[in-house]
């Protein structure tokens, strides 16, 4: 998949949701679940979209959120915040982050570069920022695809 196609897929994930980003049961690809933003007045449903990187070689997360801000929201009720109260911390419960100022394609990456020399084939950077992280991920392929409410990425298995 060459830059103009992967800049495609990603140009319209602005201020959505975060939901869910981990590497895949394989270990091989990193996956981000969001949710697209929707209005309910026009009669649109939520929608779940996967964006799978495939032959991640890398990912780095770090926190956005201050050190101020992480002392206090160190409670673990923050995690399962109660609706009838307001915190002065940040909510690690309400289980999305919004993703603004969205993904970010990096014109030049010697990271990438050097798996692309090394395999030769394509690989791209990517940087994406939510108000709780921002990250980093080389990949060379990206798939793009809906899927359920109820989906579950990873699952404890014995197999």
């Known amino acids: ?5 992967i800049r495609a897929l990603l140009s319209e994930v602005y201020d959505h949701g975060l939901l869910y980003h981990a590497f895949t049961p394989y270990m091989r690809d990193y996956e981000l679940v969001i949710t697209a933003s929707s209005d309910p007045r026009l009669g649109r449903p939520i929608e779940y979209i996967s964006y799978l990187f495939v032959n991640c070689v890398f990912a780095k997360i770090d926190s956005t959120v201050s050190p101020a801000i992480w002392g206090r929201s160190l409670d673990d009720e923050l995690v399962r915040p109660r609706p009838d109260r307001t915190y002065d911390a940040f909510v690690w419960g309400v289980n999305w982050q919004p993703l603004y100022p969205a993904f970010d394609l990096a014109d030049q990456s010697d990271r990438a570069l050097a798996w692309t020399a090394s395999l030769g084939i394509p ?3 990517l940087e994406l ?3 709780g992280h921002q990250m980093t991920v080389v990949f060379s392929e990206l798939r793009v695809r809906n899927v359920a409410e109820g989906y579950t990425p990873f699952v404890v298995s014995s197999e």
């Open 1 to 5: 998949m060459d830059r103009e196609g």
């Open 123 to 125: 690989f791209h950077q």
């Open 129 to 131: 920022e939510s108000n």
